[in-house]
Every structure is written in C-alpha cells, then in structure tokens.
C-alpha cells in the first residue's frame, strides 16, 4: 500500500520505508565536477564530498547526500553504489555500510523512513576515466565548508568523518586515496586532509616508518624538478582491498 494513499490510521501501521545515503571522500573533485565556492580551492589538502541539490520538498532547494529508496532486486550496497555513480558519475573504489539512522522524528509528516548509510573513497584512480558532463544539481563541497543540509544529513556526515578519521589511525585507508606506491609527503598529506590539521613531517615520518606497515619498493618518484623521494608501498594493501562486488561486512 502506497503511503498517500492511505487513510490516516493505516498509515500509523504502514512499516517504515528504506533508504540509502552515502557519504563520498575524495582529496579532489573529479576533472569537469562543479566545485563549490566558498572554502579550500581544489588541490589545497582538504577532504570533498559531493552533495545534490533537492528539486522537490521537502527540503527543496537544499543539499543532500547521494542516495535514494531501495529496490526490490538491489542489495543495499548495489543501491549506495548506483544512486552514487549516478550523481558523481564514477565508482567509487571502496565502500563500506556505516550506520542506520532511524528516529521517528526524521520523518514525523511523512511515511517513517529509515535510512541505511554508508560511506565511500574515491582515490586519484576512480578519477582518470574520461570525465562525463556532470549533473548541474550535483557539486563537491570541502568537509569544513559543507552548507546547511537536508533531513539529519549532517548528522550522517559527522558520523563518516569520525569513522574515517579514526580508521585512517589505525588500519591502511590512507593507500585507497592514493596509488600501488607513493612518497611519505603524500601520505602525510592524506593524514593532514583527513585530520584536518597539520602534521610535523619528522614525527610522521618516524612514527610511520616505526609501525611496520611501510615496504620501501626500492624506487623513487620521477618528473619531479627537487631531489626524487623514496617510494613506499602498504604491506597490507593487498590484503586490506576489497573485492569487486563490495561484500559488506556489515549487511545482514
């Protein structure tokens, strides 16, 4: 039974509707994306994500988290998955489920409505597909400069920033953002975008190499007009990437 056409007591037994939200990190925008003003210009250390301009109430007018109901034959991944690729235009390499949001005030004029979150990374690799003419109502906004925003989607981000900055302490997501190898400054500057605070480069570099986490690969970076830095590789990686089709472990 659709919710509008129900009388007014059988929508107080109508179960609630599913929905799918995600929360999409990335060091950039893609080339071609609209870039929001306002904040951090592109390239100057900070974390994006993209927003969605509402075209219809409630909320119209507003920004909001990609997503959108569940389907009867989608998993709730493969929901985050299209509803995001279809407002950033690109897969995202990494996605895991977050939480679920479902207080009863989220919706109180409306069918109750629940909503699954997940967040996801996009690394320099998602982006070097040839770029798509991008929505006019999709746009990336810095994580310190993100405006007002629909339903209690703010909420949802707090929740995707915490989660994402307290793995990047203990466990390799810092290598989803950048290639197979990459120099120490990159890394340290994943960490400060991510922490949202500078970092002393000796103490990172010290600390990062003391954790065993590191492989020297034993090559340096090239095209550079300084002295070329060593690059390193996650041991980890391999182990810590996740298959193509986004199992999630948090899914029932």
């Known amino acids: 039974m659709l919710y509008a056409q129900a009388n007014v007591t059988e929508r107080l037994t109508l179960p609630p509707a599913v929905a799918v939200s995600t929360v999409a990190f990335a060091l950039r925008p893609p080339v071609g994306a609209i870039s929001a003003t306002g904040g951090p ?3 100057e250390g900070a974390l994006w994500i993209p927003l969605v301009r509402r075209t219809r109430m409630p909320f119209r007018g507003l920004w909001a988290l990609p997503g959108g109901p569940t389907q009867w034959d989608e998993t709730l991944a493969d929901t985050a998955l299209n509803t995001l690729q ?17 207080a009863v005030e989220r919706s ?3 069918q109750r409505l ?9 690394g320099e690799a998602d982006f070097a597909e040839t ?3 991008p929505d006019p109502n999709v ?5 310190d400069a993100i405006p007002d925003l629909a339903f209690d989607h703010a909420e949802i981000v707090e929740h995707a920033l915490a989660r994402l900055r307290s793995k990047t302490e203990y466990a390799a997501v810092a290598h989803r953002f950048l290639g197979p190898m990459f120099t120490l400054a990159q890394l340290r500057a994943v960490h ?4 949202g605070r500078p970092v002393d480069p000796a103490n990172f570099r010290r ?7 590191l492989v020297d690969t034993g090559d340096l970076e090239s095209g550079t007009a300084h002295r070329p830095a060593r690059l390193y590789r996650f041991a980890d990686a391999e182990t810590a990437r996740p298959p193509e089709n986004f199992p999630n472990r948090s899914e029932h």
Do not use: C, K, M, N
């Not at 400060?192 to 922490?195: H, L």
């Open 207 to 213: 600390q990062s190499l003391a954790q065993g986490r």
């Open 114 to 122: 629940v909503t699954i979150a997940y967040w996801a990374l996009y």
């Open 41 to 43: 210009a592109p390239g």
């Open 108 to 110: 109180a004029a409306a």
């Open 192 to 195: 400060e975008a991510v922490q």
């Open 131 to 133: 770029p798509e003419d």
């Open 86 to 102: 279809s407002a950033v235009r690109r897969r995202p390499g990494y996605l895991e489920q977050l939480y679920s949001f479902g």
């Open 139 to 143: 746009a990336w906004f810095a994580v």
